[in-house]
């Protein structure tokens, strides 16, 4: 007698896929800090996407705001929840623009090699996940290789993509959001009160005018981005947060004081307010050991 597959018996009909909304919930409420637009915006677009059963194009989101705080966090998260392996599940492709396409001059290999590993990671897995870091570093051109998988087409080639999601981050558009962000503070209202309307069209403008092949691509003139979600420059308090959770991953529960020493140690800005860290949260995991008994 033939086992059954156990592959076949998830909702997704493929046991790579978890598509664990509750969690991914759970860990932008209890892991991401600062971020309400980040984690209002993607938790919905995700989820609505997923519950979807005949989409009329893959899910683009694309991911904006200063180094450090917290668009590779996110991504990782949605690919933990998502699929069984993560990161590291043969459903998700990484590409790190200065890594992965280094050389200008060999912009139509690397447009060759984006295409076919977009096209045999779709019929591996069809709800794929595609992440693109640094993706203002992209040479002009590249992304336009695989802009028609990310179009309202029923197929390409004879494949789907409608089920694929595609996520873009970038720095293109910090300087806007710490203005807003800035604004707000100034003025004395909360930061949580800054909505997609007061960061989004002003975060599409700057990466429509800035220079790179992101920026230039026919995902922005074919407005084939569903959301541009913006990432605040992350506060004091907020730094202290991500200390306590790099304790906790290590086991250990440091007092106040101590979070307040590791936050001390962050260099702020804007000169005179001194109101948002330079590096985000970024460094904060390396940054405890000098602060370790």
Not at 101 to 112: E, R, S, T
Not at 126 to 131: D, G, R, S, V
Not at 187 to 215: C, K, P, T
Not at 247 to 267: F, H, I, N, W
Request: proline share 5%; charged share 25%; glycine share 8%.
């Amino acid at each position: 007698m033939m086992r059954p597959n156990k592959c076949l018996l998830g909702i997704s009909g493929d046991c790579r896929v978890t598509n664990n909304i509750t969690g991914l919930a759970r860990d932008l409420e209890l892991r991401l800090h600062g971020q309400h637009l980040a984690h209002s915006v993607v938790l919905k677009a995700v989820q609505g996407f997923i519950s979807n059963p005949d989409p009329n194009k893959p899910l683009t989101l694309s991911f904006h705001g200063w180094s450090g705080t917290g668009k590779n966090f996110v991504a990782r998260l949605v690919a933990d929840n998502l699929y069984r392996d993560g990161v590291k599940s043969e459903c998700v492709r990484l590409f790190i623009a200065p890594f992965h396409f280094p050389h200008a001059k060999l912009v139509d290999v690397y447009k060759g090699q984006l295409r076919e590993a977009v096209r045999d990671t779709v019929l591996r897995c069809q709800q794929a996940l595609f992440i693109f870091d640094e993706a203002e570093k992209l040479h002009p051109g590249l992304i336009d290789a695989v802009k028609p998988y990310m179009d309202h087409y029923d197929n390409v080639d004879g494949v789907s993509y409608r089920r694929a999601i595609f996520l873009f981050l970038s720095n293109i558009g910090g300087a806007a959001i710490n203005d807003v962000t800035l604004d707000f503070w100034h003025s004395g209202q909360n930061r949580e009160d800054i909505g997609m309307e007061d960061l989004e069209h002003r975060i599409r403008s700057e990466a429509v005018e800035s220079q790179g092949g992101f920026a230039q691509s026919e995902l922005m003139s074919g407005h084939l981005i569903d959301f541009f979600v913006p990432f605040l420059p992350l506060e004091y308090r907020h730094v202290k947060l991500c200390a306590r959770d790099a304790y906790a991953a290590r086991g250990l529960q440091p007092s106040e004081a101590t979070l307040d020493e590791v936050a001390k140690a962050m260099v702020y800005a804007p000169k005179e307010e001194k109101l948002f860290s330079v590096q985000g949260c970024k460094s904060i995991p390396q940054r405890i050991n000098f602060f370790l008994p």
